[in-house]
């Protein structure tokens, strides 16, 4: 079986590293900090809350964990919210009804069991924005009191975090800061991506969230612990690889954990037969992965107006290259630096480009091997 997983939440032997960063996080939850967790998507950073939930758990610490990608209206942000603290109570399914039908009766709240005993939750009713937020200032009030209550630390975690403008946005946000910060006993990770959002709202003096705690930004995995990690997998398959090979799939997959495990998949799978992985293999692989994505990328391509085509070309040649620079301006047909910002202002927008350490990246790595490929 393929041993390399992308994707999903990676836990067990195929988590590797994060050694200190759980460290530090398990310290500052322990002493109820209030925590911003930043990396841009398919950097790890789900996998390393539920590594740092398992920690936790054998400490004595209660998780609420809540991801914010699934609740699509403000409605569902609070249900979601009752439902997670009901988990962590670990209560039985009557008993779990009975504690969220308490907090939001009022948005009359269907309950039902999945095939797994799982509940599943929806809400019936949208009452006035002044009803809800009042029920969302009750459920946050919740975690302090348990913990004062039973003794007990609780740590809430919220994933995806910056989805919060769009479920709430200020109001949402300055209730959650006044209710959290005076909360001695419970600890909070705000986890999220789009880099430049959240270090908006963790550190601009005007938002609501400035100043709450310590903000940390998740880098990416050291290469030796991925070449060490691919290593053992591929000698387990009986594969003969060469150094070279495992460093230029870390190379070509831009560093980043997920599109690391995704490469090394797809490489298993091409070699499956001959088993022998060389870097002519990686370059192969690559672009299988490309090609077939191409279907996809090529109706994402004819979506964009001639100018931002020419920029994610010049981007895609060479993340590092200086765009507002004369001659990349001259190279791109770019006209001015006026235009090379507003049609990089556009493709952030649409999230299609990311800002990262200086460097504009492609959100979706393959999509830049694509282009380059493809359309240059
Ligand atoms: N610690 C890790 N060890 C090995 N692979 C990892 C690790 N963290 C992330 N990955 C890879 O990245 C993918 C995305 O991880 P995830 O935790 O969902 O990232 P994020 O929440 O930042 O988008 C995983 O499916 C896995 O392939
Ligand atoms: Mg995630």
Redesign the pocket.
Known sequence: MNP???????EGF?????KAEIKTLVRDIEDGQKIFLI?????????????TTEKLKTRGVRVIYIDLYKTASLEQFTAALGKSMSEMRKLEFGEAVKFIKEFISGLRPQFSVNPDGSMSLGVDATPPQKEVFQMIENLLAYPQRFAKKENQRVVVMF??FQEIADIGGEPLEKLMRAVIQKQRDVSYIF?G?KKTMMNEMASRKSRAFFGIGPITH?EK?QNE??EK?MAGNFSKGNFDYSKEALRAIIRNAGE???????LAHELWDMKAEDKKITAQDVEKAVGLIAKRNSPIYQMLWEGFPQTQKRLLQGLAADPKATIFSGSFITRFQMKSSALVKKSLSLLIKKEIIEKENDEYIFTDHWFSIWVRKYCS
């Open positions: 390399f997983v992308f994707g999903e939440v990676v195929n988590f590797i590293d994060r990396a841009p998507r398919r950097y790890g950073k789900t996998s390393l809350l539920v590594k994933d995806e986890c991506s998740l995995i612990y991925f990690y980043i954990p997920y599109y690391i495990q995704y």
